[in-house]
Structure formats: C-alpha cells, structure tokens
C-alpha cells in the first residue's frame, strides 16, 4: 500500500502509545490491509477477534465467543459472567500477558457484548481498568453492517442501554480512545461515483444522487457476467441454483474434506459443491501460489469439469485457471511453552475448491470484496448500510445496474449513528493534534505503570477484611500480620511510589532519558521489588495453608489470595528485570508480557487448594459413556431434544445428529423426531434439488420451522432405506 498518513498515524498510536483506537473509514480505505500489518509487525502481543466465524476465519482470528468464552445470551451490566467450563491454566495467560485486543467488523459488535469483554479482561487482568488495562484497535465502518437485536434482545438490555452500537457500551466510555477516519479510497477511483457513494453512505441521498444511481436501472441482460447482490440468502440460492439447471450438461459434485473441528457456520464455501461447464463461479479465496492468478470476488466460468480436474477462465486472462482444492483453518490461540510466544493453534481444516456459485450471493457476504460488475437487488433492504455495503462493492457506477430502482426508503441511515460520527470527528482532531506529545510521553506512561502498586494495595486490602471478618479468633497472628502487611505496603511502598511518580510526572522528558535518571529507575526497581518480596512472601504462603469449613470464607479466600500472590510476583518479576537491564520501551514491553508468563506456577492457579485427607481406595472407573450415548439415554428418560441440547449446552443439530444414529439403527422411529408434515416437505425438496445437494438448498424450499438436523435426519433414514432395499 502507497504511504498513507492515515495509515500511519494510526500506526503510530497503536505501536507508540497505549492509546485504545478506533480505526474507520468507507469501504476500500484499507482497513484490512492495516490489521494485517499489526498482526505481522507490531512489537506488541496482538490477540484478533471478530463477532462472526466467517469474519474471524478472515481475519486469522476467533470469533468473541470462544476466546472470552460467552453465552449467547445478552449481557446485563453489572452481572458477573459465569463460564460453564472455567478458563484454563493457558488462556488465563494468554489474557494476562496480551497488550493489544483487535476486534474486527466492530460496527457488528453490540454495547453489551463489550461490557461482557470488559468484565472478563477485569476479572483476569487490572480489576479497576477498562477492559483491564488492554489496549483496544476496533476496527469497522459503521455504514456498513450493524449489530444483530432481536426483540427478545432488545426486551432485556433495552433499559441499560440508549444503543446497542459498540459505542454505548459503559466500559468503552471510561476509556480516552481516539477515532481515526481512512479517506483515501482504494477501491474506486471515480470522484463522482466517490460522492454519490458518500452520499448514500451518510443515509441521506439527495434527489440528483437518487436520480444519477437510478438511471443504471437497466435490463440485467446490459451486464453479462456480473454478480447479483441481494438482500436475502434465500433470494440468492434460488437465483443460482436456477441459473445451473438451466444448464445443459452433467452436474459434478465435490465434496469438502473436514478434519478436526470446524464450525458450519464458519464454512467459507459450500461442504457440497456441486457445478456444471458453463457455472458463473467466484473465487473465494486468495491465490496462495504467489502468481495472482485469481483473487478473493474475482468472477469466472467454468471450461472443463470432471471428477479429477476443475478450470476456470476468468475475462482478460490468456488461459483458464487449473483449480486445486484448498484448505483453510479454523484456530484457537495458545502459548508456546519454549518460545513464551502466544501462537495459533489449528483445531480443524475445510478443504474444498476455492469457489462459490456466483451468480448471485447476499450483500451480508460481498463484505469486504470488488467487483468490476454487479447487479444490485437492493430494494428490499431491511438494515442500514446494506445498500452502501451492495453499491460501495462496485470499482465503478458503469460497472453496476440496479435490478429494480432504489426508492428513497430503501437507504437508511441511523441518526445515533449520525450523531456519534459528528462528535468523534471533533475528538478525532484533538487526540491526532496530541499524536506527538502522546508519542514523547509513552515511555512516562510506562514508567508510571511499572510503579504504580494500588492493584496489589487493593488485594491486600481485601485479604486483610478476609481474615478481619472471618479468621479473627481462628488465626489470630496470621490475622496481625495481615493488618501488619497492609501498613508497610502503605508505608514503604505505597507512599514511596507515589512521591516517585509525582517527581516522574514533573521532570521533562528528555530528563528521563539522562543516565542518572536510568540509573535511579534501576535502583528504585531494586528496592521496590525486594519491598513486596518481604512484605508479601511469607503472608502469602502462609495464608495459602489456611483450612475453613466456611464456605463464604473458602470461596472469598480462593478468589483472592491467587489473585494477588499473581499481581505481586508479577510486579516482581517486572521490578527485577528492569534492576538488572535498565529501562526501555523495548525491555518494558517484553519484559513485562514475561514477567505476567512467570507469575503463573501451577500453584497460584489452584484457587488456594487446602490440605485433604487422603482418600480410601477407590474401585476401578467404568468406561466413560460416548457423547452420543448420553444423549441416547437422556432422551430415553424423557427429554426432547430441545432440552438435551439445552441442559448438555450444544446445539440443537449436534443433539439431532447423535440421536441420528438410533433413527438409522431402528432404535428411534423417524416420526417421533420429525413431524410426518415436515418429511413430507423436506421429501418434496428432495426430490426437486436431490438428496445429494446442499442442505442449504433443501432448507430454502421448505417451510421456516423445518430446522438443519430434520433435513440430515431425513436423508440419512433414506440412506438407511435404500440400504435395506440391498440386503
């Protein structure tokens, strides 16, 4: 990418300040090629999530859901958020050592799901820090796709919450963010196409841009070759699976090879790919050869199809393109014990032909692709920023035609959004302005941070209420040495610092870099560090052998004591280093996300385990039960499926897919699991698409409340008829 001081600037406060950013811009500013960048160059430990599966498979990342391990289910603020399964030993110190949260396609992000990250950085991070004390980059466009409420949604956190955009959310408010806005346009070159594009895009069209847009209301026919934006994915299945039998010649199918664990609904292709010769196709993934020969959106035909062999010719190539299968990776991220590097770990692959059928797909799935033509289906658009998302997709207004013309409803704006955009561009200016102050005063900022001890007072505050309120009498002197512990960190540390930072604060900022200033940060270290280690060290050990029958006692004990034996080794650790190697921006960085690695031994993880009897021998386990047997039995006893996926917390086609097997071993009769009206329509749209198509396609022609796993359970029951018809 050509320099961009947009680009740069944003560059600058992410990697030169710990300044949380929002980073905007239309569409084709590149927002994506930036997030690349940090991920592969910034010295900072950058985690990457996205609140979708396809939107995180894009951007090398999880989705928000997995890493921070949520429910579903909205957010109430102030509610704690309770995992099913507790964060593991490895994701406790991914969290702990991160310095840098990516969220992606941000403008999908909901206040609530926000809070509900703050709340899990909190409880694993700074407890009195925004989002515990990380650094956010969110990056999206707010004219684009928006956040998911259903009325249900809507009925719980409505009166919490005056939007549900990120932007409302109640952490993100405490936080001093800076919004940068991208101009530059990569993508379509065109001022006035550029204008009209704005215009749409601010949800206010004038009736001259109305006009100019719809005169490209012209017969589809005037555009072969393009693409056909619609608004809903049935509208776009029926569309190609139209356009294919109109075909002449054999259907070839090819199948996706899955291995491991990948989620269907972050597949980035169909699992059964089925094409003719002639097919409108479209790349859906970025030739990996380094010859460019195709491009993620590129458009092409089919030439030559076969079981063994696939090509596609693209308008403007010399030769059509042998298509190989590819493989893209669903991961999660972990540490790499030896390197002390956070690490993607792939927990399964989808391997299929890089190609969708594309004679039309939804605008939700055009997000972030170019297309030189299209047909724009956009009158029945139903959210905001989906006809900006469908014509901004566009290189150019020649290179589009409107399907139907676009009426004045049809292009809706958001005023919240409205507003929220006006005063982020006045705070936009000002913290720009501030850039090279804020630059100057990084390693300030740091300096402050590595002396600032009121998490650690904080915890031995609330140790020293523990013992004051429950162990009083029981461990009388562990109980003074508590009080004791309390009023030295106040004295000798505490107060100390505080002076430390006051004269830290005062002093320019070339004086922090004189060598008798170093010197003294090295020496200020050095006590500080030997400070918390005989102040701490052996009240915490000691407390750690404390035994309790109070229950109230035992859980306000095992949540804090593990919680600040980490922050004070940690802090340690950090002192320690900075005494013998000195300080820098570079060292403080590195130093401290190891320095968090190393305060992790297993027995600070263990919630304060207290000393049991040893137990009588115990006889041999039974063979653990298989998952699908459990449901089996489960619903043996009773249970619908609904309430086994329910009480099992998986989904409703995981539960239907294990009680699958007993509908094909005779054990289950179909008609219990599947309503004989549904087999009917589902064995009417078979019989229409085939058995061996999409269940996609199948679910498009049959009424809405006939589900996924009342398809699959249908055609693996015709599987097993036909099969019995051979034996």
Request: charged content about 25%; aromatic content about 8%.
């Amino acid at each position: 990418m050509e320099p961009n001081n947009e680009l740069r600037t944003a560059w600058d406060f992410v990697e030169n300040t710990g300044r949380s950013i929002f980073l905007t811009g239309k569409a084709g500013t590149g927002k994506t090629t930036f997030l690349k960048t940090v991920i592969e160059r910034s010295r900072k430990r950058p985690i990457v999530v996205a609140p979708t599966g396809v939107a995180a498979i894009n951007a090398g990342g999880v989705t928000i859901h997995s890493f921070f391990q949520l429910p579903l289910s909205p957010y109430v603020p102030g509610a704690k958020v309770e995992s099913k399964f507790d964060f593991s030993k490895e994701k406790r110190k991914i969290i702990a050592s991160m310095d840098l949260l990516i969220i992606d396609e941000i403008s999908m992000v909901r206040a609530d799901l926000l809070d509900a990250i703050d709340n899990v950085l909190r409880r694993f991070r700074e407890h009195g820090e925004p989002f515990g004390g990380v650094q956010l980059l969110m990056i999206g466009d707010l004219a684009q796709l928006t956040p998911v409420v259903t009325p249900e949604d809507e009925q719980m956190i409505g009166a919490y919450y005056d939007t549900p955009y990120f932007f409302g959310s109640k952490a993100l408010r405490q936080v001093d963010y800076v919004t940068i806005q991208l101009s530059h346009i990569y993508r379509q070159q065109d001022a006035s196409f550029i204008e009209l594009l704005n215009e749409v895009r601010n949800g206010h069209p004038s009736a001259e841009a109305l006009a100019k847009l719809n005169s490209r209301s012209l017969p589809t026919e005037r555009l072969e070759g393009a693409i056909r934006l619609t608004t809903h994915n049935n509208i776009a299945s029926h569309h190609n699976e139209s356009e294919l039998q109109k075909l002449p010649g054999y259907a070839y199918t090819y199948h996706a090879e899955i291995r491991g664990t990948f989620p269907d609904y972050a597949y980035p292709t169909a699992e059964t790919l089925v094409l003719k010769e002639g097919a409108q196709v479209m790349f859906v993934k970025n030739d990996p050869s380094g010859e460019h020969r195709y491009y993620n959106g590129r458009i092409g035909r089919v030439m030559e199809a076969s079981d063994r062999q696939l090509t596609v010719y693209c308008e403007g190539d010399s030769e059509a393109i042998d298509v190989e299968p590819l493989v893209w990776e669903n991961t999660r991220y972990t540490l790499n014990e030896k390197t002390r590097q956070i690490e993607s770990e792939v927990m399964g692959t989808f391997k299929q032909l890089p190609l969708r059928l594309a004679w039309a797909i939804t605008i939700h799935k055009s997000q972030g692709l170019t297309f030189d033509r299209a047909i724009i289906d956009a009158n029945q658009s139903f959210a905001p920023g989906q006809v900006y998302v469908a014509l901004s997709r566009c290189r150019t207004l020649e290179g589009l035609v409107l399907a139907t013309p676009l009426d004045a409803h049809a292009i809706k704006g958001d005023q919240r959004v409205d507003n929220y955009i006006a005063r982020q561009e006045s705070e936009a200016e000002r913290s720009i302005k501030q850039l090279p102050m804020l630059k100057q005063e990084y390693e300030r900022y740091l300096l402050l941070q590595l002396f600032d001890f009121r998490s650690i007072l904080y915890l031995q505050e609330s140790m020293m209420r523990i013992f004051n309120e429950f162990f009083y009498h029981s461990h009388a002197s562990l109980t003074q040495m508590h009080n004791q512990a309390l009023q030295n960190l106040q004295q000798h540390v505490a107060s100390v610092a505080d002076k430390w930072r006051q004269k830290i604060q005062s002093m320019p900022i070339e004086a922090l870099r004189d060598t008798d200033f170093l010197d003294r940060v090295k020496r200020s270290a050095e006590y500080f560090a030997k400070q918390l280690r005989d102040i701490l060290e052996e009240v915490i050990e000691l407390s750690g052998k404390v035994e309790t029958n109070n229950k109230q006692a035992a859980r306000r004990l095992g949540n804090t004591l593990p919680d600040l034996r980490q922050a004070q080794l940690a802090r340690r650790y950090l002192l320690q280093k900075i005494a013998e190697q000195g300080f820098s921006v570079d060292t403080y960085l590195h130093e401290k996300q190891m320095s968090m690695l190393d305060a992790f031994p297993d027995e600070a993880l263990k919630k304060s385990k207290r000393q049991r009897k040893p137990k009588a021998p115990q006889a041999p386990k039974e063979p653990k039960p298989k998952t699908w047997e459990i449901t089996y039995d489960m619903y043996r006893k009773g249970m619908n499926p609904d309430l086994i996926a329910h009480e099992r917390n998986f989904t409703l086609g995981t539960i239907m897919g294990h009680l699958a097997r007993y509908v094909t071993s005779g054990d289950i009769p179909l008609d219990d699991l599947v309503p004989p009206e549904h087999q009917q329509a589902i064995e009417h749209a078979i019989q229409k698409v085939g058995a061996d198509n999409n269940t996609t396609a199948i679910k498009d022609l049959c009424p809405p409340d006939v589900t996924f796993g009342e398809i699959r359970l249908v055609i693996e029951n015709r599987g097993k008829t036909v099969m019995d018809g051979h034996l």
